[in-house]
């Protein structure tokens, strides 16, 4: 069947480049790339990607876009590739980069917006594989939303050292046994050296791996997508049918904004707690839902979280990782014992144009495996991640108990104004065991960017004290991070938060079972503090992270940068 007798054009964003006498400029800019006049009245796909050669989780991208392109062209569509930037953390860790990090996120959004807006295109693909590439380019799909699909570029594979599996979670950790002379100089050489040894994101459900798994769950990508490794060359057949979809969503007009509603987001969010997610995922489902109109903030998330059992025994806190998860029945596995079980919506429709229980029809159970263990028989009862409140928190903070000992900390606080002055604690181990070290200053306003803490937090691990101290910030934390580690503190410091007024000495408690976060100070103490309280000055005053923070709201909110799909006037896919 021909798709462009079903499509009229004259309804498409792209009319307004390619039809009718008054558009023949714009039409010869088209001639001059090699376009036909077929090709030209056809409906135009932009196929954006993340590629770059800043690190292995993009390497891949554009040898996938030029599948989806093939994809794309068989089904009768027109695709216009074109690349956007990345910041990849695990290379912008632990220094003044990270403050580029989730600012990058808006710039992804924002890049694909204009080049789709600026272009007329009718339909976007979206490749993916850093930790904000892929909430940023989801959010770019529910912003414009005209019909999308997602793909994540695959996860990395795992390394070896000295015939154990490793990842780059081992490689941070390392720093910190090497800080204190568990590993030597030439271990720490040989492990650097294989710990990362393929194309794709970090392998374990870090950040990029939880969006990867939100991905599908959410309904924006094809099932079992998200779970193939980068390498594996049947990447490249998700790839063409993620082209040769896009045009049938096209021609059925089926929109993101149609796929993500608040039951979908609910879905996310089960699914990472179900696999132990990132806490990175309590900001960007906020973001997602803000482009689309809808209120959904990190105690809604956190909601989810606890009624929610956690089921995927995955690393940091668990044995496997996402090469694992595949091979054992990939995240469709994980959804079916969850939708089997009542945790997840199956009405919601997907863009395979089918919903999430037709799509998980034909999924059967696999008993030969141990990676995903079924959800009414759980690792625990509750969810790999957990929402907090408290007097130390009145907007929320989020900590991922996944493989915790304990979920009860108290202890005196030891305040850093910055994560490089906490690091050089840690490096030099100038703290005490049962402290709760206070890293503040580094929200998204006051960083600004809410840098990730997962050089010192590795480091404490490395040194055996991961469950002997705590940890709180107004940052963020990396997906790979482990032990008591709570983010997201809000408000933060830099708006007069609470996190800003605690001393050295401050006695605090964190229970992850009842789920709180309080500092013994009375309203009165804190009151009195906050009147002594002055703002600091920005540490930047130029460029583009000054104007991240200019703009940029709360943590609770998703730390985003304008009014969002409630505020808009004309969606561009109405235009």
Not at 34 to 43: F, K, S, V
């Amino acid at each position: 069947m021909d798709v462009r007798t079903i499509i009229d054009k004259r309804n498409l964003p792209s009319r307004h480049v390619t039809e009718g006498p008054s558009r023949a400029p714009h039409r010869s800019y088209l001639y001059a790339m090699g376009l036909t006049r077929e090709q030209i009245h056809q409906p135009l796909v932009g196929v954006a990607s993340c590629w770059n050669e800043a690190a292995p989780c993009n390497i891949s991208l554009m040898r996938q876009a030029q599948a989806v392109k093939k994809g794309v062209a068989s089904a009768n569509g027109t695709p216009r590739e074109f690349c956007t930037i990345t910041v990849t953390d695990g290379i912008a860790m632990g220094h003044d980069g990270m403050k580029a990090s989730l600012a990058s996120r808006e710039v992804i959004a924002d890049s694909v917006e204009l080049t789709i807006r600026g272009h007329a295109y009718d339909a976007l693909v979206g490749l993916a594989g850093c930790d904000k590439s892929l909430p940023g380019m989801m959010m770019a799909m529910l912003r414009l939303n005209v019909p999308s699909i997602f793909i994540y570029g695959g996860s990395i594979l795992p390394g070896s050292f000295r015939g154990q599996p490793v990842t780059v979670q081992d490689m941070f950790e390392a720093v910190g046994k090497h800080s204190v002379g568990l590993m030597s100089d030439e271990d720490l050489d040989e492990l650097e050296q294989v710990a990362c040894p393929s194309a794709g994101a970090c392998g374990a459900q870090f950040t990029a791996n939880t969006m990867a798994t939100v991905s599908e769950a959410i309904g924006l990508a094809l099932p079992y997508s998200a779970g193939a490794p980068a390498p594996y060359e049947i990447r490249d057949r998700f790839c063409m049918a993620a082209g040769e979809q896009i045009m049938d969503l096209v021609a059925r007009n089926i929109r993101p904004r149609d796929i993500v509603t608040l039951k979908a987001l609910e879905n996310a969010a089960t699914v990472v707690a179900a696999s132990g997610g990132s806490t990175n995922a309590a900001l960007h489902l906020p973001a997602m839902a803000h482009e689309a109109g809808i209120k959904f903030d990190l105690f809604d998330v956190a909601e989810i979280f606890k009624r929610t059992p956690y089921i995927a025994d995955l690393k940091p806190g668990g044995r496997y990782v996402a090469k694992d998860m595949f091979e054992a029945g990939g995240i469709p596995l994980l959804m079916k014992t969850l939708l089997e079980h009542g945790f997840l919506h199956g009405d919601c429709l997907t863009v395979t144009g089918r919903t999430i229980a037709e799509n998980l029809a034909s999924v059967k159970w696999n008993p030969h495996q141990d990676v995903v263990r079924p959800a009414n028989d759980p690792i625990t009862v509750t969810g790999g991640v957990v929402g907090l409140q408290g007097n130390l928190a009145p907007d929320g903070a989020i900590v991922k108990v996944a493989g915790l000992k304990t979920q009860k900390f108290t202890g005196p606080a030891r305040c850093f104004d910055g994560e490089e002055a906490c690091f050089e604690a840690v490096t030099h181990r100038t703290y005490e065991e049962g402290e709760v070290l206070v890293i503040r200053y580094e929200g998204p306003k006051g960083g600004p960017g809410m840098r990730e803490m997962l050089s010192t937090t590795a480091a404490l691990y490395g040194q055996g004290v991961g469950d002997k101290v705590a940890l709180i910030t107004d940052g963020r934390f990396s997906g790979a991070t482990r032990g008591f580690c709570i983010g997201h503190v809000g408000p933060e410091a830099a708006v007069g938060g609470p996190i800003g007024l605690i001393r050295d000495g401050d006695i605090i408690t964190i229970d992850a079972i009842e789920g709180t976060l309080d500092v013994a100070l009375s309203d009165e103490e804190l009151a009195a503090r906050r009147a002594e309280w002055k703002p600091r000055p920005s540490p930047v005053g130029s460029g583009a992270i000054w104007k991240f923070a200019q703009a940029v709201g709360p943590a609770r909110d998703g730390a985003v940068t304008h009014p969002g799909g409630a505020a808009e006037t004309a969606c561009y896919a109405d235009v």
